[in-house]
T-cell receptor, first 115, second 114 residues
Framework: SAVISQKPSRDICQRGTSLTIQCQVD?????MFWYRQQPGQSLTLIAT?????????ESGFVIDKFPISRPNLTFSTLTVSNMSPEDSSIYLC????????????FGPGTRLTVL | GDSVTQMEGPVTLSEEAFLTINCTYT??????LFWYVQYPGEGLQLLLK?????DKGSNKGFEATYRKETTSFHLEKGSVQVSDSAVYFC?????????????FGKGTTLSVSS
């Protein structure tokens, strides 16, 4: 497995502002992903964070709203921009370690509330 | 597209009862199958996985068998404990390839009382 940390663990934000969430892994990983878990719902993939290039977004998610960076093999950020109450969710990063594996390990999540 | 269907919750059991949480899937190809558990206020933890037909994943007394003929991956435990109270998610890895999304079911809440 991998030790994954996220910052902040939770935050309460005002509508119209932006929040950047950090995901740090204790060792190099191959793939990094960002998911959203809306209240009482399952997880939905936002994007795959690609090291050194633009993230790959899923249908319904756009770069202007959720810009993502991955400057190296152990760190990624997700920004939630111009927030509205509908963005209130838990945001989780996940990683895979090693090529040829599809097992993802998840961080503890960031609980975001937008007022 | 690929999808995962889990039984609706919540599931309420007494300690030491037998647990089954049903999970069926739709997929083209041969996905890997997973069960994740989310304890209150925490992130997701991998509980077990299976990568091909007839594989059995097991961990912490939980088991699930990859049944291709019935496209199912039901989670079972012979004797649940209060500490097993959590939300359980069934998931598949699209085409079983690294770098592809996990597709999750809606989750099943388990509540175990002493």
């Amino acid at each position: 497995s991998a030790v994954i940390s996220q910052k902040p663990s939770r935050d309460i934000c005002q509508r119209g502002t932006s929040l950047t969430i950090q995901c740090q892994v204790d060792s190099q990983v191959t793939m990094m992903f960002w998911y959203r878990q809306q209240p009482g719902q399952s997880l939905t993939l936002i994007a795959t964070a690609n090291q050194g290039s633009e993230a790959t977004y899923e249908s319904g998610f756009v770069i202007d709203k959720f810009p993502i960076s991955r400057p190296n093999l152990t760190f990624s950020t997700l920004t939630v921009s111009n927030m509205s109450p509908e963005d209130s969710s838990i945001y989780l990063c996940s990683v895979t370690r090693g090529w040829g594996t599809d097992t993802q390990y998840f961080g503890p999540g960031t609980r975001l509330t937008v007022l | 597209g690929d999808s995962v269907t889990q039984m609706e919750g919540p599931v309420t059991l007494s300690e030491e009862a037998f647990l089954t949480i049903n999970c069926t899937y739709t997929a083209t190809g041969y996905p890997s199958l997973f069960w994740y558990v989310q304890y209150p206020g925490e992130g997701l933890q991998l509980l077990l996985k299976a990568t091909k037909a007839d594989d059995k994943g097991s961990n912490k007394g939980f088991e699930a068998t990859y049944r291709k003929e019935t496209t199912s991956f039901h989670l079972e435990k012979g004797s649940v404990q209060v500490s097993d109270s959590a939300v359980y998610f069934c998931a598949l890895s699209d085409r079983g390839q690294a770098g592809t999304a996990l597709i999750f079911g809606k989750g099943t809440t388990l509540s175990v009382s002493s």
